[in-house]
């Protein structure tokens, strides 16, 4: 690994039994014993400790399984690049909690803990785990395991994994919303970053050219983090699948995540990332191929499994869609809005219309084109009342789109309010479909 640290020149010096004069070396900054190296500072990740879960009982084949599942966590934690995971010999060092977690967490320099417990009862095993913010004890997130015992490194397995699959997504939020209380001028690259993701995460136009603000400023102060641009890229696809686009957007959107592949190329959001601009670009065979290669890389992400999944919704295959987003809200039962978002969609064009509706109805409804499909789903079972009235919706809030960015649209009608849609799809079919349903609802070609 590099030490992120800047050397100064400090030029030649003679030095006894030695000829030549030695150029010599220093690290910079080391003038100012209280100044921290500004890379160092700039790119400052989210640290997490894995405390030892508790064995409630005085089993020593308990203890095993409970020292680890805590050390699969860690081993799966840390391979995600946005965290810093402390290391099984340092947390394991608390092993009796008699310490206060504050004092625990300034101990291993951890903003967040995770700590559990394993309780045994005849051929059933309960496990508990939560994440708490390390400095004020706030829970974060908490969940509990019941399972039978029949194989118990098949439990420890698919029990670690379910908990890796959630637990970077809520850390990463967490300290987007710590940085957020931050004037954007205060922020370092690394924060602009992660809230930059939170804005992109609403997946609407407005907190859309906020976040691609953010990410131009992010990637103008340190060039070298690679989400950075993964995220300044995606900016661009968001506005390819609400046509608010410009026509040189594609090639831009592929531009920067090669930039970013380029600087990481065994990070799955990344490669997530080339695969969506492959696919705004029309490169559809690349884009199938990109998709199926991250899948692969993809152990417990369930985030980047969901959109994995959307991808092959938006080529086409429906089913495979369904299967790759469905084992994505398994792993994260709590999942952000995004994925029914996402599985809204995969219903409607398995034909089930009423699903879709129900998944399209809350927190899921991000934009105007989740508006499109609530319209075309009404209107496809025959509910004619309720699709006039969710049309009037969508084209308020497509107007309000357009509005956002200055755009001028002339008429309401499918060519003006919905063909920027068109594109997402490699199938013309999908498009025809919901195009379709809009048409039912009274909206005219």
């Known amino acids: 690994n590099r030490i992120p640290v800047a050397w100064e020149d400090a030029g030649t010096h003679s030095i006894k039994n030695i000829i030549e004069p030695v150029r010599a070396w220093r690290i910079g900054g080391m003038g100012d014993t209280n100044a921290e190296p500004k890379q160092a500072e700039a790119q400052r990740k989210a640290t997490i400790a894995v405390l030892p879960f508790t064995s409630m009982s005085n089993d020593p084949e308990q203890s095993f399984f409970s020292d680890g599942i805590a050390e699969d966590i860690i081993t799966g934690l840390s391979r995600f690049r946005m965290l810093q995971v402390v290391s099984r010999n340092a947390s394991f060092r608390f092993r009796e909690r008699h310490t206060d977690p504050a004092e625990i967490a300034a101990a291993l320099g951890a903003d967040y803990l995770v700590e559990g417990s394993v309780r045994k009862a005849g051929s059933r095993v309960r496990i508990s785990v939560q994440l708490a913010d390390a400095v004020t004890g706030t829970q974060l997130w908490s969940e509990r395991y019941d399972r039978e015992l029949e194989d118990i490194l098949s439990v420890q397995d ?18 987007a919303d710590r940085s957020a209380q931050k004037p954007a001028d205060e922020m370092k690259a690394y924060e602009l970053m ?15 050219a906020k976040a691609r603000a953010l990410l131009e400023r992010a990637v103008a102060l340190d060039p070298a983090i690679a989400r950075s641009y993964m995220y300044l890229s995606d900016t661009y696809i968001i506005d390819l699948w609400l046509g608010l686009a410009d026509a040189d957007a594609p090639d831009h959107a592929l531009h920067i995540a090669r930039k970013g592949a380029g600087l990481d190329n065994r990070d799955p959001y990344i490669q997530d990332q080339l695969g969506f601009a ?3 670009a029309g490169h559809w065979d690349e884009a199938d191929a990109q998709f199926e290669k991250t899948l692969a890389l993809i152990e417990n992400e369930a985030e980047s499994m969901a959109w994995c999944g959307y991808a092959f919704l938006l080529l086409g295959r429906h089913e495979k869609a369904r299967e790759v987003v469905s084992e994505a809200m398994r ?7 995004t994925f029914d978002w996402i599985m809204g969609q995969i219903e409607f064009f398995c034909g089930n219309f009423e699903a879709a509706l129900g998944l399209l109805m809350g927190e899921a409804r991000l934009n105007s084109l989740a508006a499109a499909f609530v319209t075309a789903s009404y209107a496809h079972l025959g509910r004619q009342s309720e699709a006039e009235a969710s049309l009037k919706t969508f084209i ?28 997402m799809w490699r199938q013309p079919n999908d498009f025809e479909t919901l195009a379709d349903g809009l048409r039912k609802a009274g909206l005219p070609a």
């Open 194 to 208: 992660l809230r930059s993701k939170a804005l992109r995460d609403g997946l609407n136009a407005r907190d859309t």
């Open 158 to 175: 698919e029990v670690t994994r379910s908990i890796v699959a959630v637990l970077p997504g809520r850390v990463q939020n967490d300290f």
């Open 278 to 280: 492959y696919l705004c």
């Open 331 to 337: 792993l994260d039962p709590l999942h952000p809005p």
């Open 396 to 423: 308020a809030e497509r107007q309000d789109e357009f509005g956002s960015r200055g755009i001028a649209v002339k008429g309401e009608n499918i060519s003006t309010l919905a063909r920027g849609f068109k594109q």
